[in-house]
């Protein structure tokens, strides 16, 4: 097992890690900005180095700064968390060249998940099913071709892409190149690489993803799916799983072929892949190489703590349990508490006055906050995340109403009353929502 584990992350996420490895017997190293001096992570770590200034480029993105901290702690491993350093195939490769493990899975399997449209050729042979597209377009005549064979509406994306920036809908062959030259520029702008694919756009999906732990050795096991339908600008707001939209047998199906996948892969570590689910069929788009910020709905159905399984796979010791071992258990919904305003969703840093989180069976609350913590405004404005766990999914819309009332935040905006209106929702009750819903109900609609 590791010596010691730097924690290359902040905020409840850092916390995450750290009780994990706190529960392992293995001592952490926080390293944080001086913006997040008074951190829980930090107070609460063994040790603690003050990499750089609240700029997140120059603290948790400075691979230089962290290889410091490690080599002056004498940390052997790293965890990335999500965001910041989670993804990147390069620091994967500079901690392997210093003899540190990164915990998480080989630059080669980063790098290929990195690019969307590898990502999908490599789905598609191992067997995931794809939405039907074409791969990078070459030219006017090629992309007037492909998209003629795909059908309209068609959707152009960034290959360098991910969480929707750089996409554009072309609902006719005449806009077609107008679309493509707008998602080229976008793309280039924001990721520095102009590559654009084409694929048949779908307009009501629901987002599924389906949770994996591959072993690195060929085996990999699948923990069910989440439904991530409810976001509003690509930023998810509320996870839930089971699905409400598919039954056992349309879960068992997808989530085997994911697993065996991910086996024949030989992924190591924890791994989603993200769906569409639209007319009963599932469409894959997306591999996340990381631990995402909804793991906990997995962790509340399953039993299993991804983060312990991500640090015994990296130290070789493979996952704990075989596929015949899980059984999902009961619902589970997480809410994302953002220090923002409820209605218009503008930020809201300051100090927290008075702080009271629910409690009780069934209740879990990931924060690295507390009463006259000061949020920073550096970073984004995930401040924690609400977690219910009940037998079915009308207990467990109670259980979140009851907690929702319990819970306290002053001195800054929270979005704790957006979901207080959530939770009474017809559509939501019945789990009768796709991709669009959530802001379609902000409009009003
Ligand atoms: C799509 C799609 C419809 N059809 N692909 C947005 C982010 C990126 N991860 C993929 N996204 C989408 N891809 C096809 N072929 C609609 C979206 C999409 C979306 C997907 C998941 C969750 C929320 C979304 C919000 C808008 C658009």
Redesign the pocket.
Known sequence: MFSKILIANRGEIALRVLRACKELGIPAVAVHSTADAEAMHVRLAEESVCIGPPAARESYLNIPQILAACEITGADAVHPGYGFLSENARFAEILAAHKITFIGPTAEHIRIMGDKIEAKRTAKRLGIPV?P?SEGITSDAHAQKAAGEIGFPV?V?AAAG???RG?KVAYTPEVLLEAIATARAEAKAAFGDDTVYL????DK?R?IEIQVLGDGKGYAVHLGERD??L?RR?QKVWEEAPSPAIDEKARKKIATTVAKAMGDLGYSGAGTI?F?YQDGEF?F??MNTRLQVEHPVTEAITGVDLVKEQIRVAAGLGISFRQEDVKLKGHAIECRINAEDPRTFAPSPGRITYYHPPGGLGVRVDSGVYQGYKIPPYYDSLIGKLIIHAPTRQECLARLRRALDEFVVDGISSTVPLFRSLVDNVDIAHGDYD??WLEKHLAGE
């Open positions: 939405v597209g959707l994306k991910g969480g929707g996409m694929e048949k756009y779908l999906p987002h991530c339908s976001q690509h993200e569409l469409y788009i997306e991709i669009h």
